[in-house]
């Protein structure tokens, strides 16, 4: 299952994305953790007692070689510079597994806190004036189409502030999106924007409240939520010790209760193969018309392959 957390800049959707990554690691389970945030804080708020040193590249630095490694035989994409952020697997293209043993993972991820990490790439100054953030994400766009995720395994992504993730269509690559809400107007006003956008296309969303100190917040978040509040997280002693470097003890009951209600969503959720493909070749023609057309010369929507068919059944041999 793909989670995102989103949210308003500081609602914490950073550090729940961390205290999340790290529940479902400490349970046994499968899990990958991906830093799609401009700010790149993920590695830290995982491992926030560690000096960490990422010694693996962000996704970012090797684009090419990426989309060279998935583009594989498929004959619909002539070249890297032909395959976009959007373009989505056909056959003849790698399907990836989660954590498996091919360049992609063996290239970027490293453990942290216990989990596996990768990471987007900071924004840095050679981008000032010359590209937005999301051409760093596309990489990230790319690894989710390609993989074939299974049951009982996880990839939690820290995405980008506020509706700003509706820039691209990575939005539609999970099952469940998970939008913190801190009890404040200026968050809900985020949330609202969130969750017209999710409407207008089906994606499934659930909000935490986060940063909540007595009944008044709760009730105020009830009140500008509604049914989308699935649990909540009260202001934690716990993570400001972690943030100060101090030695935090445990995470409260409550929040530790929290965690399990998320974990207990997302099982609840069925994977759907046949909208998250839909999705996918929606938003490539969408980008193609737009402007990847122009920009690579070539008609782009001849990269959808109509008889392919996403899942677990397009990693047998003769699919």
Known sequence: MR????????????????????????????????????????????AP?????????????????IKDFLRGTNPRITSRDAMVKTTPPGRGSRLLRLLGEDEIHTRHVQRVGGVPLMVTGAFDESD???????SKLGAVELYLNHLVDGPGEYVVVDM?????????????????????????????SVYRQYRDHAAEFGIPIA???????????????????GDHLL??????????????????????PHNAHTL??????????????????????EFHLRNAAAWADAATGEDLATQVDPDFRH???ALAPDA
């Open 260 to 281: 399990r209600q998320l974990r207990t969503a997302v099982d609840a959720r069925a994977k759907d193969w046949d909208t998250f493909q839909r999705h996918a070749v």
């Open 128 to 134: 000032l004036g010359v590209a937005c953030y999301h």
């Open 311 to 313: 899942g677990p059944e």
């Open 207 to 225: 909000v935490v409240g986060n940063k909540v100190t007595g009944e008044e917040d709760l009730l105020f978040l009830k009140d500008h939520v």
């Open 3 to 46: 989670i995102a957390f989103v949210g308003k800049g500081g609602s914490g959707k950073t550090t729940l994305s961390a205290l999340f990554s790290r529940h479902l690691a400490r349970s046994g389970a499968p899990v990958l953790a991906i830093d799609g945030d401009i700010n790149q804080h993920l590695a830290h708020a995982l």
């Open 231 to 252: 649990a909540h997280c009260e202001q934690s002693p716990f993570v400001r010790a972690q943030e100060q470097g101090r030695a935090p003890g445990e995470l409260e």
């Open 49 to 65: 007692d560690e000096d960490v040193n990422l010694t693996v590249p962000p996704l970012s630095s090797h684009t090419a070689d």
């Open 160 to 188: 980008t502030a506020g509706a700003d993730a509706f820039a691209s269509g990575l939005f539609t690559r999970f099952d469940l999106t998970f939008l913190v809400v801190e009890p404040t107007r200026k968050s809900v």
